[in-house]
């Protein structure tokens, strides 16, 4: 896995800081990733026309958001397999080629769009050319991802996840009614307004996105391979205790972290822009515009800055996620632990992946239209991959005696239940 060797915390041994920071690897880079500059937008959005009353879906969507991470962790750990290699091996190849195109199609499209948001950004913290900062942050990227070693790129990766404390930081800086705050998100004031249907709908898309089952999945099996002392637990089922709760800790822990600093980015635009009456947030660019002369230069830094780091995050989980998938779909060689020669066809993907993301920014293409299509392919994916993946988890000759338990069954299919509900919403909406 990309998180390398970890302590490992003995039965009976006092639970403390330093043993859950060790356990934190896949589930923590996953859940920082979600929270990206398009998934900022969406947020910033949800907040600035609706208020505080949308703030209760991030604390509904995090049990189903994490329950779903947990179910594609327990894939890679168990079979020691990524999803993808799953569907290869126990599906026809009819199901398994559609999701993986389309899973390319979506993230190349995110891609783009996260690194015009980060030029964006940089351009309004510092001026300059937009086009120059997307070639920039494309090519810091892709270099880190592909020529750094091991350890250094874990903490870099890890590290960086101390940037989604900036939206936390800028919450705290305006002047935020916490009172009303904590009434909504624990007593939902739901509307069935047209617009707040479509608002929720977009949100429960960013927070369940199919490239995170993959990563997710792809992390936990390359663990695996490289660390000598972990195993397959299909092959060491003695293993499964320990790293069955150190995925629980890790997945929780990593969603609950992104769906808080979503819950605060909510709260910073909903205390700022729809206080003022600026209702209307389309990019995350936008968001950090109007936060200026509303809450103040420090609270825009901040907020901008927050792009950046964010960025720096999704950008190599989507590009790595497509090349997982191709790569265990096509029986390449891959895995970020190995080196450019020995994963060639992997390391091209993500080139390959970047490079169509830094052309998006420069064919005129409108960044809205862009991240609605990418939403729409999304959700055309993720509902029959979320079925294949709860009828996978439960069937002896994938999971061997590691079959889901009920009550992450129960949740599981809620979530994919909420997922269905989402698309068809989407769809519905689409057709008005």
């Known amino acids: 896995?990309?998180?390398?060797?970890?302590?490992?915390?003995?039965?009976?041994?006092?639970?403390?800081?330093?043993?859950?920071?060790?356990?934190?690897?896949?589930?923590?880079?996953?859940?920082?990733?979600?929270?990206?500059?398009?998934?900022?937008?969406?947020?910033?959005?949800?907040?600035?026309?609706?208020?505080?009353?949308?703030?209760?879906?991030?604390?509904?969507?995090?049990?189903?958001?994490?329950?779903?991470?947990?179910?594609?962790?327990?894939?890679?750990?168990?079979?020691?397999?990524?999803?993808?290699?799953?569907?290869?091996?126990?599906?026809?190849?009819?199901?398994?080629?559609?999701?993986?195109?389309?899973?390319?199609?979506?993230?190349?499209?995110?891609?783009?769009?996260?690194?015009?948001?980060?030029?964006?950004?940089?351009?309004?913290?510092?001026?300059?050319?937009?086009?120059?900062?997307?070639?920039?942050?494309?090519?810091?990227?892709?270099?880190?991802?592909?020529?750094?070693?091991?350890?250094?790129?874990?903490?870099?990766?890890?590290?960086?996840?101390?940037?989604?404390?900036?939206?936390?930081?800028?919450?705290?800086?305006?002047?935020?009614?916490?009172?009303?705050?904590?009434?909504?998100?624990?007593?939902?004031?739901?509307?069935?307004?047209?617009?707040?249907?479509?608002?929720?709908?977009?949100?429960?898309?960013?927070?369940?996105?199919?490239?995170?089952?993959?990563?997710?999945?792809?992390?936990?099996?390359?663990?695996?391979?490289?660390?000598?002392?972990?195993?397959?637990l299909i092959e060491h089922p003695e293993e499964a205790p320990r790293q069955i709760r150190r995925i629980e800790i890790d997945t929780y822990l990593g969603m609950g972290l992104s769906n808080l600093v979503a819950f605060f980015i909510m709260v910073t635009t909903a205390a700022t822009l729809h206080a003022n009456g600026v209702t209307d947030v389309q990019t995350s660019e936008q968001a950090a515009e109007a936060l200026r002369p509303i809450a103040g230069e420090f609270a825009f830094i901040i907020f901008a800055l927050g792009i950046l780091g964010t960025g720096l995050l999704a950008v190599p989980v989507l590009a790595g996620s497509s090349a997982y998938a191709l790569a265990e779909a096509m029986q390449w060689e891959a895995g970020l632990s190995r080196s450019p020669q020995e994963a060639k066809q992997f390391y091209a993907t993500i080139v390959a992946g970047t490079l169509i993301g830094v052309g998006i920014n420069f064919i005129n293409l409108d960044p809205i239209k862009a991240l609605f299509w990418s939403a729409v392919i999304n959700g055309i994916v993720a509902v029959p991959l979320m079925v294949v993946m709860m009828l996978m988890t439960m069937q002896p000759k994938v999971m061997g005696r590691f079959t889901l338990p009920r009550w992450l069954w129960a949740i599981g299919w809620l979530s994919t239940a909420a997922m269905a509900v989402a698309v068809v919403m989407m769809f519905v909406n689409w057709g008005k």
């Open 1 to 232: 896995m990309l998180f390398g060797r970890r302590h490992r915390k003995h039965p009976g041994e006092r639970t403390h800081w330093r043993g859950v920071l060790a356990v934190l690897g896949p589930g923590l880079i996953t859940g920082a990733s979600d929270d990206d500059p398009s998934g900022i937008a969406t947020y910033s959005q949800a907040g600035a026309q609706f208020g505080y009353s949308m703030t209760w879906v991030m604390l509904f969507t995090w049990p189903l958001m994490a329950a779903i991470q947990e179910i594609s962790a327990r894939i890679g750990r168990v079979t020691g397999k990524g999803i993808a290699a799953n569907l290869r091996e126990h599906y026809p190849a009819a199901l398994l080629r559609p999701i993986v195109t389309l899973l390319l199609v979506a993230n190349f499209i995110n891609l783009g769009a996260d690194l015009g948001a980060m030029g964006d950004a940089l351009r309004l913290l510092i001026g300059g050319p937009r086009g120059f900062y997307v070639i920039l942050f494309a090519a810091a990227c892709t270099t880190l991802e592909i020529f750094s070693s091991y350890q250094a790129y874990v903490k870099f990766l890890k590290w960086t996840t101390l940037t989604l404390f900036a939206y936390v930081a800028t919450a705290l800086i305006v002047r935020v009614p916490w009172g009303e705050v904590a009434y909504n998100t624990f007593v939902p004031q739901v509307s069935w307004e047209p617009d707040y249907i479509v608002v929720i709908v977009a949100v429960l898309g960013t927070t369940i996105s199919p490239y995170l089952f993959f990563w997710q999945a792809s992390e936990e099996a390359e663990d695996e391979r490289v660390n000598s002392t972990e195993h397959s």
